[in-house]
């Protein structure tokens, strides 16, 4: 079983919809979560920390169940601009981060 | 500049030459990390520096890679008798504080081609 898994999509959904995406993972001790953004080609970027208490950032809603192990992502109002592969990553040992391989996400007009 | 750089950003090679890929941090950060992703892959993990402590290696594929840090900073990755299956981008990144937690800041990647 993979440390990190998610669905790889793509994701297909019009300007304007809520998509959600989840992601699991293996290890009970994990100590920290983020979602990364990548773009074609170029290199994942920080979008948001997971925090237990669920967090939210403009469009972007993350929340963690430790219970079941698994970290969403929810976006709302869903734009043109997001478009893009959206990466899972969770802090497994200290400082070393496991990403899982990705959800990709089309956002048409 | 403020962020991760990495040389080259493109680099064609014939199998079996070696090549070396560089990354500089961002400086202040203790931590660096090497990544592997072929294309339309996810992100493989090959090697952590944390300060002075010995590297975590245990990404690295096959002894044909190896890495090392000089005056824990610059860091060089080193792929020797290179395969065609070791083309894919090689991304370097660095770790910081944000907001009490350690985060990593990519560098825009090495895109290596073995012919």
């Known amino acids: 079983r993979k440390e990190v898994e998610q669905d790889p999509g793509p994701f297909n959904v019009p300007e304007g919809a809520t998509v959600a995406f989840n992601c699991t993972y293996s290890?009970?001790?994990?100590?920290?979560f983020f979602w990364y953004r990548q773009d074609c080609r170029k290199e994942p970027k920080l979008l948001m920390s997971?925090?237990?208490s669920g967090n939210e950032d403009g469009r972007f809603t993350a929340q963690l169940n430790r219970a079941s192990q698994y970290i969403s992502l929810l976006i709302r109002d869903s734009k043109l601009s997001d478009s893009a592969t959206y990466l899972c990553?969770?802090?497994?040992?200290?400082?070393?981060?496991?990403f899982g391989t990705g959800t990709r996400l089309l956002v048409s007009p | 500049g403020a962020g991760v750089s990495q040389s080259p950003s493109n680099k064609v090679t014939e199998k079996g030459k070696d090549v070396e890929l560089r990354c500089d941090p961002i400086?202040?950060?203790?931590?660096l990390y090497w990544y592997r992703q072929s294309l339309g892959q996810g992100l493989e993990f090959l090697i952590y520096?944390?300060?002075?402590?010995?590297?975590?290696k245990s990404g690295l594929p096959s002894d044909r890679f190896s890495a090392e840090r000089t005056g824990g900073s610059v860091s060089t990755l080193t792929i020797q008798r290179t395969q065609q299956e070791d083309s894919a981008v090689y991304l370097c990144?660095?770790?910081?504080?944000?907001?009490?937690?350690?985060?990593?800041?990519f560098g825009p990647g090495t895109r290596l081609l073995v012919l």
């Open positions: 520096f944390q300060g002075n402590s010995a590297p975590d």
């Open positions: 990553v969770v802090n497994i040992r200290f400082q070393k981060l496991v």
């Open positions: 400086s202040g950060h203790t931590a």
């Open positions: 997971v925090y237990s």
């Open positions: 990144a660095s770790s910081g504080r944000l907001g009490g937690q350690e985060t990593q800041y």
């Open positions: 290890n009970s001790a994990s100590q920290s």
